[in-house]
């Protein structure tokens, strides 16, 4: 089937009490990692590009690359989504070069104008069949080249959204519960230790979630920086020569229960690089000698293949749902 909009898949996933994940793509092998697992657990997905994935890979070799893999996966629903979209220009862009979703996140602006730059991109790709995720409440973390610290986050403010979802139109809403772009979601202090010594962060405001649901009914909400960083990529990637100490993440049952809730798209990135640098990594140190590039790319799209299917069936839930 050709690339669809969220808009079905969202009604399903609200009414079905999971979520569908939102993958971010960089390159082939990451394409080819999310899209087998979909296929082979015949879940719906989404493929989202940021401005940053634009601009390393170039619009057309990532579009290019979606439409293969929808090429090779006739039976699975895929969106071609815009992740973080900075401005009009740069949705209009994507609307016109073959996406069916843009986000435009002018989550940083006053309500007001956030609400002004949101309506402009509802307008112009309602009127092209594309759909749009916007952003109320402000995510910590780095995204793109922008970095948020922990005090300049804010989370959404519930009495806000109808407002906001009413004067811009948008298709869906991401919000701020305390998830975080990134590897290093939470600082040491913000967290407690287990007994093994690994930072637990603090829970997911699902008081929030609960409120914007109530305000918002059968309105999908989205979760940005929902990786939960799995400690045997942080290992894997330490054992081998790198450097990546108290790097921690939302834990996944918490996702899982946003996933039963309101919560329709779940993004997921910094998981996915995790996979591929940790496996690499191994691969160089157990085969110096080696050079082709086809064999230390072809475990790491192995592995994330299998992260992959993880999320779809564990975390989600949307395994079985094309
Ligand atoms: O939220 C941001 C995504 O993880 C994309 O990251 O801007 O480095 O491509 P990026
Ligand atoms: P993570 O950094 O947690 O993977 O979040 C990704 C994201 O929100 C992309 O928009
Ligand atoms: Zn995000």
Known sequence: MP????????????????????????NME????????CREEHAPVILQVSKGARAYANHTYLVKLVEAAVAECPDIPVVLHLDHGPDFETCKSCIDGGFT?????????????????TRKVVEYAHDHGVVVEAELGTLAGVEDDVKVSAEDSSYTRPEEVEEFVTKTGCDSLAIAIGTSHGAYKFTAAQ?????????????????????????????????HGSSSVPQEYVKMINEHGGKMPDAVGIPEEQLRKAATMSVCKINIDSDLRLAMTGTIRQFFDEHPDKFDPREYLKPARANIKELVRHKLVDVLGCSGKA
């Open 3 to 26: 690339l669809v909009t969220s808009t079905e898949m969202f009604k399903k996933a609200y009414d079905g009490g999971y979520a569908i994940g939102a993958f971010n793509v960089n």
């Open 30 to 37: 990451i394409v080819q990692g999310i899209t087998e697992a």
């Open 101 to 117: 979703s843009v986000m435009i996140d002018a989550s940083g602006e006053a309500f007001e104008k956030n609400i002004e730059i």
């Open 191 to 223: 967290c407690t230790r287990n007994e093994k010594g690994i930072l637990v962060p603090p829970p997911l405001r699902f008081d929030v979630l609960e409120e914007v649901s109530k305000r918002l009914p059968g309105f999908p909400i989205v979760l």
